[in-house]
């Protein structure tokens, strides 16, 4: 599934409604149909549960027509009708737990009475086949059978109020749209405008007139912090797409408002107070429980903290077609099975040949650990074996190969020279570059802490090595320190590990600023370097040299522990052992790593206990 930044999904808006000749009024009305579905479902879900958003206490709002309280009352004038997926078991599940759910757009099936279209609102009609009653006896069906649209009805209106917050943008606009579809299931609903009314303009000033001609009860903010103690939820429309900075005046004391409530809150495509490119968070910026995102998923909305205040995701389509995205040459994927295999080309049931053997899949050397970190080195040696790679040396100073005999049973050892302490020096590139000679891959950096020269034994090692190469630990930042533009340029790919703190060394940046916008950041690290960049943390980014970028939701904060970085670091290079190429091998480890850990995180009865190791014994 593509991610979009808020221009290119204006770009993509514009071909769709000039281009094609959908019009714009045509979208927000699917958009605000897909976001009443979704609501539908919310309350069906709790009224199932037995967990109703609670009776409308708190009475007035409900009895007095509904109109907000605390608020300035509206009328509006006029009425005008409406303007005219993957081989490898668990993946499927895996994505769900990742809190994001696409439809149509995301290649998966859209929900039963979803319509993804700009289609009508009609009810289904036709003849319905012969059955069977009970006992097998035929049954002669009706010969025309009527039903409403199951996506927009509810049994559980009742306890239901919902208060839209309405926006003067198109934002508002979808939730106006939204709010007359859940009139329409019974719902009692109220508008709360956070400008006067009459400053809408444009399709949302259509829905303001339609939801008014309907008699939906609405108000205007009239300052202060307002009552929302008689809602069961709270539909969030107040900025979308448009919006530039912080939430000012209304918007900001309405968000507040919101947060301070307690009540479930829906956002409308992005949660207001969130920056849909980033993902950061505005202060105040909406809490949501769910974010109904329209059309494709914002790059904002993958990004911590924005990714935490989104809570569950769901992409709706809306009628631009997912198609545009590609024609266009988008090239941002939230990382799943079908972006791994449809657009990077992985195989990703990792299929062995049945007459293969441990040559067949590469030969990975791991230059890491010294003395005090030698584990770290011994952690990626043993999860490249786990990626499936045929065979893995693990090379490190001499003077430790005797501690180290059946560390691991399956690892070769390689003496690597150093100093008598356990320690790397300059002069150890020499050896690494020997033993990589005729080996698949060379993974440096875990453990090997720093050392005297230790930038002239990474530019060694740089230049010397003809086979892919992963940076990772302190190799980053030593080479954090050196001029490695100015270095013979290599051939075979470099494959950058950092995690934030690294990364900000890296591109002489503060860590604050590498996490505020993660995806920009790594995009353009990797387009400019001409490497293959991985930037760990929840919700890792992976950023190729030809501009493609991924974000990966795999994970667990489990993993938030000494080594887990170590064992990535193997994990690549045992994929680019078996034959794939720098973005394939840092994606699809990216994604096995997070699985892994996912799974690590399950066996125990508390995920603050899984270590690095359980997240190889997981793979
Ligand atoms: N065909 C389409 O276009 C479709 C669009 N769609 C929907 O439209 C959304 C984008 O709509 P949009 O572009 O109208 O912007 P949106 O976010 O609603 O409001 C911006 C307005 O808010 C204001 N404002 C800005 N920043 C502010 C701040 N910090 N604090 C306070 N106010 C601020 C600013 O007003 P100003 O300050 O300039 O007077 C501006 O006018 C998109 O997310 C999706 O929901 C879908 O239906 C699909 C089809
Ligand atoms: N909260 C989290 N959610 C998902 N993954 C996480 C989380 N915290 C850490 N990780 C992952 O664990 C790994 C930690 O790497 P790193 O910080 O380099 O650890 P180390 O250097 O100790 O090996 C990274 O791959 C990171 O993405
Ligand atoms: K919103």
Redo the contacts with the bound molecule.
């Keep these: 599934m593509h991610l979009v930044t808020a221009e290119e999904m204006r770009r993509l808006d514009r071909i769709t409604i000039d281009r094609l000749g959908i019009p714009a009024a045509a979208l927000m009305k699917n958009a605000g149909r897909a976001i009443a579905e979704e609501i539908i479902a919310l309350c069906n879900r709790r009224g199932e549960a037995g967990t109703a958003g609670g009776p409308r206490q708190g009475g007035e709002a409900a009895r007095d027509n509904g109109a907000p309280r605390n608020a300035g009352a509206w009328a509006a004038g006029g009425a005008h009708g409406e303007a005219a997926a993957p081989g490898a078991g668990g993946t499927r599940r895996a994505a769900a737990r990742s809190g994001v759910r696409g439809d149509a757009a995301a290649g998966m099936a859209p929900r039963s009475g979803g319509n993804g279209g700009d289609g009508g609102d009609a009810g289904a009609a036709g003849i319905t086949p012969r059955s069977s009653g009970p006992g097998g006896a035929a049954v002669t069906p009706p010969k025309l059978v009527i039903s409403g649209d199951a996506a927009l009805m509810t049994e559980h209106a009742e306890s239901e109020h919902w208060l839209v917050l309405v926006g003067k943008g198109n934002n508002g606009g979808d939730g106006l749209v939204a709010a007359r579809y859940l009139r329409e299931a019974g719902i009692a609903v109220s508008l709360l405008y956070a400008v006067p009314p009459e400053s809408l303009t444009g399709e949302a000033a259509l829905q303001r007139d339609a939801a008014a001609a309907m008699g939906l009860p609405a108000a205007v903010h009239g300052g202060g912090g307002p009552d929302f103690a008689g809602y069961s939820g709270i539909l969030d429309a107040l900025l979308g797409t448009g919006a530039a900075g912080a939430p000012r005046g209304a918007y900001a004391e309405l968000i507040a408002a919101a947060n301070a409530s307690g009540k479930p809150v829906v956002s409308a495509d992005i949660p207001s107070g969130l920056d849909a490119d980033t993902g950061e968070t505005h202060e105040p910026c909406i809490q949501a429980s769910l974010t109904v995102c329209l059309a494709f998923l914002k790059r904002g909305l993958l990004q911590y903290p924005g990714a935490g205040a989104a809570g569950r995701i769901v992409v709706r389509s809306i009628g631009i077609p997912a198609g545009l995205a590609r024609e266009e040459g988008l090239s941002a994927y939230w990382l799943t099975p079908a972006v791994l295999e449809g657009v990077l080309g992985v195989d990703v049931s990792r299929r062995r040949a049945p007459d293969g053997h441990k040559g067949t899949y590469g030969h990975v050397l791991v230059a890491a650990g010294s003395l005090r970190m030698s584990g ?1 080195g011994l ?1 990626a040696a043993r999860a490249s074996l786990r990626a499936g790679c045929g065979l893995t040396t693990w090379a490190v100073p001499g003077k430790l190969l005797p501690l180290l005999v059946c560390a691991a049973p399956e690892l070769m050892l390689a003496d690597a020279g150093g100093e008598a302490d356990g320690t790397w020096n300059a002069s150890a590139a020499e050896e690494v570059l020997k033993l990589a000679d005729g080996r698949d891959v060379l993974a440096i950096g ?1 453990g090997i802490g720093r050392f005297e020269d230790d930038k002239a034994w990474l530019k060694a090692i740089w230049e010397g090595a003809e086979c892919p190469l992963v940076v ?2 302190d190799a980053l930042n030593i080479l954090a320190e050196c001029d490695y533009g100015s270095w013979r340029q290599r051939r075979a790919p470099v494959i950058l ?3 934030p703190g ?1 990364m900000a060394r890296l591109a002489g940046v503060k860590t604050k600023e590498v996490q505020r916008d993660r995806t920009g950041l790594a995009l353009s690290f990797a387009r400019e370097r001409g490497v293959t960049l ?1 930037l ?5 980014v992976i950023a190729s040299p030809d501009g493609r970028v991924f974000v990966n939701t ?16 193997g994990i690549i290079a045992g994929l680019l052992a078996q034959g794939l190429d720098g973005a394939q091998a840092a994606a699809f480890g ?1 994604y096995l ?2 699985l892994a ?1 996912e799974r690590a995180a399950l066996l125990r009865d508390d995920p603050a206990s899984v270590i ?1 190791s359980d997240i190889i014994e997981a793979l």
């Design positions: 770290a952690l875990p990772d630990a590990t950092p995690h690294e991985v760990k943390g929840a919700h890792t795999t994970g667990h904060p489990g993993m938030a522990t000494g080594g887990a970085g170590d064992c990535l670091t990216v790593h997070g850990g690095a």
